[in-house]
């Protein structure tokens, strides 16, 4: 098995669920950190592709399928018993076919760490503008994100046992709230200063192509579901009737938190805001260069959780043991390097990425799942799922145009989002 398709995000909390298995509340909270972080940054931007009322029904359409396919996972986990999306592809779809997860859960990884290096290289050059002004640090990102990567990155992405992190992913969650809380408090506090009421009223609503790419960004905000099979294996109580209660309570205030920030976001820097929306801010107020600051560290420490995903990919498309592994770590860092400074902008780079990867996992391969899961006789399933008397859903015609839904919106919305991005449309 591939470590990185067996754990999740962030560790659970400890105590009893260790052994026993994660109970509802804890499977809530960390499925919400794993949607809920340094992404809340982006969705600013979405509402200014859109409109106001245009971002909303993004947002709704993005959350409905984005909760519905991982429900779908949930439920084709419970009816074969799979722990990982490698198990999951291999019963259903086979094992012929299974280095296809690899290699787009490998590229989903990687822009992951392209994005965090590209924030850590905004909030470096942002933070150095106030604190060193007149340095290289603050005029040239390359210079700061070399500097950080050599002296406190490639020591991280080397650690076999990222357990010892858990404790700064906490404080990295708790500082992306504070700097969250700053945005929201100097919106409405200031509201009247900024014209926020008057931003929301003239761009309530205008319908352009760009929508499409505000969906590929709300995508991207919801995308947890590489890890829904480790989620439902780990539930001490394996019901997909839990599974779904998890998933609906944590979607649920994910869509909004996301649209509150969104609009809060928009409000205050209308036109001008920039995907990453600290980066909007004058460097002249304190408060923003520690925010800035804070910011970085946490996503130095919040980048080998996402490195070592990416290298046991890398690791399982080659069939390559674990081991003596440095050469592929300072290529692969080389790679998220380069790719850091190539991008400037963490939206563009979360769109491309929400549009084309994002969809695989979370539209088209659980509508896939789901579909062969309807062509599997009732007797060849382990029936894992003894507590839940759920009929088999995916045989009904609801789901199966449910399905069909799915793999219309990723594949059509996905490719339209790029079309319009590179200016084809």
Same mark, same amino acid.
């Given at each position: 098995m591939v470590w990185s398709l067996q754990k999740?995000? @962030?560790?659970?909390?400890?105590g009893r669920e260790n052994h026993e298995g994660s109970t509802l509340q804890s499977t809530v909270i960390n499925l919400l950190k794993n949607m809920v972080g340094a992404g809340l940054l982006n969705v600013c931007i979405a509402f200014k592709y859109s409109s106001v009322v245009g971002g909303l029904l993004a947002m709704t359409l993005s959350s409905f399928v984005c909760t519905a396919g991982f429900l779908m996972l949930g439920y084709c986990c419970?009816? /074969?018993?799979?722990? /990982?999306?490698? #198990?999951?592809?291999?019963v259903l779809l086979g094992s012929r076919t299974e280095k296809v997860v690899d290699l787009v859960l490998f590229f989903h990884t990687l822009f992951s760490c392209v994005g965090y290096i590209t924030l850590?290289?905004? &909030?470096?050059? %942002?933070?150095?503008?106030?604190?060193?002004?007149? /340095?290289? &640090?603050?005029?040239?990102? #390359?210079?700061?994100?070399?500097?950080?990567?050599?002296? &406190?990155?490639?020591?991280?992405?080397?650690?076999?046992?990222?357990d010892r992190l858990k404790y700064t992913s906490a404080i990295g969650l708790f500082i992306t709230g504070f700097a969250c809380c700053y945005v929201f408090y100097d919106v409405v506090a200031n509201a009247t200063e900024y014209g926020a009421v008057d931003v929301l009223r003239d761009n309530f609503w205008f319908l352009k192509l760009d929508i499409f790419k505000t969906i590929s960004l709300f995508n991207g905000s919801f995308s947890a579901h590489y890890n829904a099979p480790t989620y439902y294996a780990e539930m001490k109580n394996k019901s997909f009737h839990d599974f779904a209660k998890?998933? &609906?309570?944590?979607?649920?205030?994910?869509?909004?938190?996301?649209?509150?920030?969104?609009?809060a976001g928009y409000a205050r820097f209308g036109d001008q805001v920039m995907g990453n929306v600290l %980066?909007?801010?004058?460097?002249? =107020?304190?408060? *923003?260069?520690?925010?800035?600051?804070?910011?970085?560290?946490?996503?130095?420490?919040?980048?080998?959780?996402a490195f070592q995903r990416m290298r046991s990919s890398w690791n399982a498309i080659i069939n390559k043991p674990p081991g003596a592994q440095r050469f592929t770590t300072v290529a692969l860092l080389a790679v998220s390097v380069y790719g850091g400074v190539a991008f400037d902008?963490?939206? *563009?780079?979360?769109?491309?990425?929400?549009? /084309?990867?994002?969809?695989?996992?979370?539209?088209?391969f659980p509508a896939l799942?789901?579909?062969?899961?309807?062509? *599997?006789? =009732?007797?060849?399933?382990?029936?894992? =799922?003894?507590?839940?008397? @759920? @009929?088999?859903?995916?045989?009904?015609?609801? *789901? %199966?145009w449910l399905c069909g839904l799915m793999l219309f919106t990723g594949i059509g919305q996905g490719a339209l989002a790029l079309l319009v991005h590179y200016k084809v449309m």
């Amino acid at each position: 098995m591939v470590w990185s398709l067996q754990k999740p995000l @962030l560790p659970r909390l400890k105590g009893r669920e260790n052994h026993e298995g994660s109970t509802l509340q804890s499977t809530v909270i960390n499925l919400l950190k794993n949607m809920v972080g340094a992404g809340l940054l982006n969705v600013c931007i979405a509402f200014k592709y859109s409109s106001v009322v245009g971002g909303l029904l993004a947002m709704t359409l993005s959350s409905f399928v984005c909760t519905a396919g991982f429900l779908m996972l949930g439920y084709c986990c419970s009816k /074969t018993g799979s722990k /990982t999306f490698r #198990e999951l592809w291999n019963v259903l779809l086979g094992s012929r076919t299974e280095k296809v997860v690899d290699l787009v859960l490998f590229f989903h990884t990687l822009f992951s760490c392209v994005g965090y290096i590209t924030l850590i290289g905004d &909030f470096s050059v %942002k933070s150095c503008s106030g604190l060193l002004p007149g /340095t290289i &640090f603050a005029a040239r990102r #390359e210079a700061s994100i070399a500097v950080i990567v050599v002296l &406190f990155i490639f020591p991280l992405a080397q650690l076999r046992n990222l357990d010892r992190l858990k404790y700064t992913s906490a404080i990295g969650l708790f500082i992306t709230g504070f700097a969250c809380c700053y945005v929201f408090y100097d919106v409405v506090a200031n509201a009247t200063e900024y014209g926020a009421v008057d931003v929301l009223r003239d761009n309530f609503w205008f319908l352009k192509l760009d929508i499409f790419k505000t969906i590929s960004l709300f995508n991207g905000s919801f995308s947890a579901h590489y890890n829904a099979p480790t989620y439902y294996a780990e539930m001490k109580n394996k019901s997909f009737h839990d599974f779904a209660k998890a998933t &609906f309570i944590a979607f649920g205030i994910a869509t909004f938190l996301f649209t509150l920030f969104g609009l809060a976001g928009y409000a205050r820097f209308g036109d001008q805001v920039m995907g990453n929306v600290l %980066k909007s801010y004058s460097p002249d =107020d304190p408060m *923003v260069q520690l925010a800035w600051l804070c910011m970085m560290v946490s996503t130095v420490f919040v980048f080998p959780h996402a490195f070592q995903r990416m290298r046991s990919s890398w690791n399982a498309i080659i069939n390559k043991p674990p081991g003596a592994q440095r050469f592929t770590t300072v290529a692969l860092l080389a790679v998220s390097v380069y790719g850091g400074v190539a991008f400037d902008d963490i939206a *563009v780079i979360k769109m491309i990425k929400g549009a /084309t990867l994002g969809v695989s996992i979370m539209f088209i391969f659980p509508a896939l799942f789901c579909i062969s899961l309807g062509n *599997v006789p =009732d007797e060849a399933l382990p029936s894992p =799922d003894p507590n839940s008397k @759920l @009929l088999r859903m995916e045989k009904k015609p609801l *789901v %199966k145009w449910l399905c069909g839904l799915m793999l219309f919106t990723g594949i059509g919305q996905g490719a339209l989002a790029l079309l319009v991005h590179y200016k084809v449309m």
